[in-house]
Nanobody, 124 residues
Framework: QVQLVESGGGLVQAGGSLRLSCTAS????????MGWFRQAPGKEREFVAA????????YYADSVKGRFTISRDSAKNTGYLQMNSLKPEDTAVYYC?????????????????WGQGTQVTVSS
């Protein structure tokens, strides 16, 4: 089993920044891809960003490209999502997930371990 715990969410004004962290415990995390997803009230969970096992490849949703940066620190068993220039439409619960293999994906079904989520609220 893999346990994923997100942290770093909160309330921020539009234009501000937050950094989310996702710390893994249990079975190995470092040989697998990792992703961030988000879910706003009344909406389906959507892809935000993904990174492959080595950190050498990343992929972003068009809505966050140029504003968000995904990264990982294998030594700390932790992944990150740096969010800059936040907008009210970024308000959602953010989830990290571990992929079923070493690749990077924008599809929920390619991930088999999920964190509990952290709330991000951006005020206008």
């Amino acid at each position: 089993q893999v346990q994923l715990v997100e942290s770093g969410g909160g309330l921020v004004q539009a234009g501000g920044s937050l950094r989310l962290s996702c710390t893994a415990s249990g079975r190995t995390f470092n040989n697998y891809g990792m992703g961030w997803f988000r879910q706003a009230p009344g909406k389906e969970r959507e892809f935000v960003a993904a990174i492959n096992w080595s950190g050498g490849s990343t992929y972003y949703a068009d809505s966050v490209k140029g504003r968000f940066t995904i990264s990982r620190d294998s030594a700390k068993n932790t992944g990150y999502l740096q969010m800059n220039s936040l907008k009210p439409e970024d308000t959602a619960v953010y989830y990290c997930a571990r992929a079923r293999d070493s690749g990077l994906y924008d599809v929920l079904g390619r991930y088999n371990y999920w964190g509990q989520g952290t709330q991000v609220t951006v005020s206008s």
